[in-house]
């Protein structure tokens, strides 16, 4: 007897391939029940990021590909700026940024510290912080995740303002 595909593995399989011929990067594919309904969730990328334009189009395409599969809505985005740092491929990218690490259980009084990635290696996570360099097992880690200064808009919309009067 043929071993049957799992509806995850199917959806994930065809994402993608359809991401890959599009040019697009193929971060994960979930379902994720909500009270609404079952929400079948494909994450993209692309150098300088994904974008709506992106999605619609992706969607298209993927959509009539997906028709075996019972969900009751298709959501197509960006896994953004601040997407969890899961691989060693996601800690690449944020290698030398300002990250947040969360973890399980507090460590000398503290269950959240920030600081620069260093790597992702040995499933350590590897912390510059102003203490210095701190090291998580990933086995204690909760959450890792870039850090997003908005900081730097509202200075950029406050110098556009100035400029303007």
Do not use: W
């Given at each position: 007897?043929?071993?049957?595909?799992?509806?995850?593995?199917?959806?994930?399989?065809?994402?993608?391939?359809?991401?890959?011929?599009?040019?697009?990067?193929?971060?994960?594919?979930?379902?994720?029940?909500?009270?609404?309904?079952?929400?079948?969730?494909?994450?993209?990328?692309?150098?300088?990021?994904?974008?709506?334009?992106?999605?619609?189009?992706?969607?298209?395409?993927?959509?009539?590909?997906?028709?075996?599969v019972?969900?009751?809505?298709?959501?197509?985005c960006?896994?953004?700026?601040?997407?969890?740092?899961?691989?060693?491929?996601?800690?690449?990218?944020?290698?030398?940024?300002?990250?947040?690490?969360?973890?399980?259980?507090?460590?000398?009084?503290?269950?959240?510290?920030?600081?620069?990635?260093?790597?992702?290696?040995?499933d350590?996570?590897?912390?510059?912080?102003a203490?210095?360099?701190?090291?998580?097992?990933?086995?204690?880690?909760?959450?890792?995740?870039?850090?997003?200064d908005?900081?730097?808009?509202?200075?950029?919309?406050?110098?556009?303002?100035?400029?303007?009067?």
């Amino acid at each position: 007897m043929a071993k049957k595909t799992r509806p995850i593995e199917y959806a994930e399989a065809i994402s993608e391939k359809t991401a890959q011929s599009m040019g697009f990067e193929h971060l994960e594919t979930v379902f994720d029940k909500e009270p609404a309904g079952v929400y079948l969730r494909i994450h993209l990328d692309k150098p300088g990021g994904i974008t709506l334009d992106d999605c619609e189009v992706f969607h298209k395409a993927v959509q009539p590909l997906l028709e075996q599969v019972d969900y009751d809505f298709l959501e197509v985005c960006s896994a953004g700026l601040d997407r969890p740092i899961k691989t060693e491929r996601d800690a690449r990218k944020a290698a030398g940024h300002e990250v947040e690490i969360k973890l399980f259980k507090p460590r000398d009084g503290s269950k959240e510290y920030n600081g620069i990635l260093s790597k992702l290696e040995n499933d350590t996570f590897y912390l510059q912080t102003a203490q210095g360099e701190l090291t998580f097992p990933r086995k204690e880690v909760a959450l890792a995740r870039r850090t997003i200064d908005l900081s730097v808009l509202d200075q950029a919309q406050t110098q556009t303002e100035e400029e303007t009067q």
